[in-house]
């Protein structure tokens, strides 16, 4: 009962503060859209200068998806490229190939230069089946009764397939079930904490102290309070990101929110207990660069396989880990609850360790 | 007639600092016990130890032949801190209801006891404001109204009338009388002297020790002094002597 009065006092609080409302519920969507756009917009054509190309290779290029300026005579290559704001430039003197890169956006260059090389080779594989088909006609005529059959040459051809995915993928839909779980572990992390530090600050939970209430029914009211706000912003942003920005959801979306709902619960708690070592919000707030943002490189947006060992145990103590993991696996690879049972547990594991803490570090208040 | 509150050789340190030192009291039942220093002498520290907010370093506490600190012991204790504590974006009904709840008043003694509390402190009219559109002296009156929301055997209160004018003061004066006519034990620090003389006992407090004791008759006689405030610097200069001598 006291926990339910509890619950009763932080939902009318909430409800009065329409400022944090609107950072819980609101901003979270308006940073998914931008993001959105940001990194599934199609990268413009790249402009490539071409100088003593053949037409077959242009040609490649063109169905590459370069934009082809060609020039006649190069004296000075680098201000050309300047000038005319190419992306790069191609020049050939027979069997002699200059490259020349911009490279002002290393990844954007890398591309470019993939597709110049596959244009290449497509070419150079082209005129070598030229090439052998002569010689076969050649040969043909200087021997005109033995019958040759070769099989004209093609070009090669590869045919690539998806395990996950398709050729239409973009960053942002393997980043965007990471986005989702993290921006719900940000917010609810943030206000929670918040919620409880203010309480701390304003000499209320030292009043509470006073009163017959348990530590544990503090962690708990908490927990249901501000859990039931956790709860409505997961659905808005699950929702909104799936059925508004209509990112990829290849698996169950109540998969989703179950995973959301543990990820924000581990947050909820983590907050309540890391404003036990704050004095001020501006204090609070120090805690984002240490205990937030590092759980943005370990939920699987950077490869985990590839770094360091060290590094590897200290991804496993990141709830994001497993909920980035989880989100991927369903919303990416369309994987079910099998899959994300491990993940969930650990998660339940999280909050269980954090419930634990937490009602003890309330001892500093009062001790029994 | 017994005795509800008793402080046994009680000592406290922050760290390497002493903030009292071997205190011991005794509060006897439809008592009004005063608790009188200047800032700083250890008053609060003292409360919160009495309440079980906080442990003393030194020294044993039992409230109502309890031990201190004790969950169920809270349920008849009221407590007014000296620094308002109170729910700013809730409404002044709201703040004593959400205390009523944690004292698990029932929905018909709750509305009843709210609306006791709120008339001793005149605030009736003004419980349906939100507590941040309180002027000082009002949220000082609902602090006490929360301290008086259970009907507690034992009311603890830090300073209660800092910035309550003139004649609600009284007022809040009359009503502790009437409840210590109950049988009820009230403790109340303050740092003014003529609500000093409105104790049944009093403990002059500095630098954390007991200076002098006993009802504001005794203390006037024994020093042969006619104001209770001469008697606190008459009392406090022969400790100055003493620590000199020792
Ligand atoms: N949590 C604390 N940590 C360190 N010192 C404290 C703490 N609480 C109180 N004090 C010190 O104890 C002394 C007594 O304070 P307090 O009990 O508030 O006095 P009073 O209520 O009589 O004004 C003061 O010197 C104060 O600085
Ligand atoms: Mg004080």
């Known amino acids: 009962m006291r926990t339910i009065a509890l619950v009763k006092r932080i939902c009318i609080q909430m409800i009065r503060d329409k400022r944090t409302l609107a950072l819980m519920m609101i901003a979270p969507l308006v940073i998914l859209t931008l993001l959105h756009y940001l990194l599934s917009d199609e990268t413009t054509s790249p402009r490539l200068g071409v100088s003593g190309v053949e037409e077959g290779l242009i040609e490649q290029l063109k169905e590459k998806e370069i934009v082809v300026i060609q020039y006649e005579q ?48 497509i070419e150079s594989a082209k005129e070598q089946a030229n090439n052998v088909s002569k010689f076969v006609q050649d040969i043909q005529y200087k021997l005109p009764n033995v019958p040759v059959n070769l099989n004209k040459a093609k070009t090669p051809e590869i045919n690539t397939s998806y395990i996950y995915g398709s050729n239409d993928t973009t960053f942002f839909d393997q980043l965007s079930p990471i986005l989702v779980g993290f921006f719900v572990f940000f917010f609810v992390f943030l206000i929670s904490g918040i919620g409880l530090l203010r309480e701390r600050t304003t000499g209320t939970l030292d009043r509470l102290m006073a009163t017959p209430i348990q530590r544990r029914d503090i962690v708990f009211g908490y927990l249901v309070g501000y859990g039931l706000f956790a709860i409505i912003q997961t659905l808005f942003v699950v929702f909104y990101a799936v059925k508004v920005l209509d990112i990829m959801l290849v698996g169950s979306l109540w998969n989703v929110i179950l995973i959301n709902f543990s990820l924000a619960l581990v947050a909820l708690l983590l907050g309540i207990l890391l404003s036990a070592f704050a004095n001020s919000e501006f204090q609070m707030m120090q805690f984002i660069p240490i205990a937030i943002v590092p759980q943005v490189f370990f939920a699987g947006i950077l490869p985990i396989e590839g770094m360091p060992e060290w590094m590897q145990i200290i991804a496993k103590f990141m709830p994001m880990y497993y909920g980035g993991n989880a989100l991927v696996d369903v919303m990416y690879k369309g994987l079910g609850i099998d899959s994300i049972k491990y993940d969930l547990l650990v998660l339940v594991g999280f909050a269980f360790v954090f419930i634990v803490l937490n009602i003890f570090a309330l001892k500093k208040y009062r001790k029994i | ?108 003694v709750q509305n009843e006891r709210i609306a006791y509390a709120a008339d001793l402190v005149n605030l009736t009219p003004h419980l349906t404001k939100k507590v941040q559109n309180y002027s000082g002296g009002m949220k000082r009156r609902l602090s006490l109204a929360v301290a008086l929301i259970h009907d507690p055997q034992i009311l603890i209160l830090d300073e209660p009338t800092v910035g309550i004018d003139p004649e609600l003061r009284k007022s809040i004066w009359a009503e502790i009388t009437r409840l210590k006519n109950d049988g009820k034990t009230i403790l109340i620090t303050t740092h003014v002297m003529d609500e000093a003389e409105k104790c049944d006992q009093l403990a002059m407090v500095r630098d954390g020790e007991i200076i002098s004791s006993g009802s504001p008759l005794d203390l006037k006689n024994h020093y042969e002094i006619n104001s209770l405030e001469e008697v606190f610097l008459k009392a406090g200069g022969e400790k100055d002597e003493n620590n000199r001598i020792s």
């Open chain 2, 1 to 108: 007639m017994t005795s509800t509150i008793v402080l046994d050789q009680i000592s406290k340190s922050f760290g390497k600092k002493t903030v009292l030192n071997n205190i011991s009291i005794t509060v006897n039942s439809g008592q009004i016990f005063g608790l009188i220093g200047p800032s700083g002498s250890g008053k609060t520290t003292l409360v919160k130890i009495i309440v079980g907010m906080d442990q003393p370093s030194n020294g044993q506490v039992q409230v109502l032949n309890t031990k201190v600190p004790n969950l169920n012991l809270l349920q008849e204790i009221g407590y007014m801190a000296q620094a308002d504590a109170l729910y700013n974006d809730l409404t002044g009904q709201e703040n004593l209801a959400f205390f009523a709840k944690l004292y698990k008043l029932n929905k018909h």
């Open chain 1, 74 to 121: 190069l004296k000075n290559t680098n201000q050309i490229i300047m000038d005319d704001s190419l992306d790069g430039m191609l020049q050939m003197e027979g069997e002699k190939v200059a490259l020349t890169l911009t490279n002002d956006q290393p990844s954007s260059s890398k591309v470019l230069q993939t597709k110049i090389m596959q244009a290449i080779s």
